[in-house]
């Protein structure tokens, strides 16, 4: 059972910047960030294997970036010029390497932390 703990959410303003990260109480095959708004359904944000494959959503390219500390069992979401639209709960997620669902449906995923939210005010 792999244990996964969100940090570093908070309130911020529009075009402030977060850095969220996801402790995995061991290795995980593949890690990704999730993110669910009020009355929305959960979407995928990006994510990053053990290969070093790292993909973010188009829509947030360029703002959203995934770096993983593999020493530390740590994937790390940051995000620059945060906008309003972007206010959610933001949830890590861990697969195994038997799960061969798309990187970014939420089935892909075996474990989730508790999420930390992310509100941003205009």
């Known amino acids: 059972q792999v244990k996964l703990v969100e940090s570093g959410g908070g309130s911020v303003q529009s075009g402030g910047s977060l850095r969220l990260s996801c402790a995995a109480s061991?290795?995980?095959?593949?890690t990704a960030w999730f993110r669910e708004a009020p009355k929305k359904e959960r979407v995928w944000v990006g994510s990053?294997?053990?290969?070093?494959?790292?993909n973010v959503e188009d829509s947030v390219k360029g703002r959203f970036t995934i770096s993983r500390d593999r020493a530390k069992n740590t994937v790390d979401l940051q995000i620059f010029n945060l906008r309003f639209h972007d206010t959610a709960m933001y949830y890590c997620?861990?697969?195994?390497?038997?799960?061969?669902?798309?990187?970014?449906?939420?089935?892909?995923?075996?474990?989730w932390g508790q999420g930390t939210q992310v509100t941003v005010s205009s």
């Open positions: 990053e294997d053990i290969f070093g494959a790292k």
């Open positions: 997620a861990a697969g195994t390497s038997t799960n061969w669902s798309p990187r970014n449906s939420p089935t892909r995923y075996d474990y």
């Open positions: 061991e290795e995980t095959h593949i």
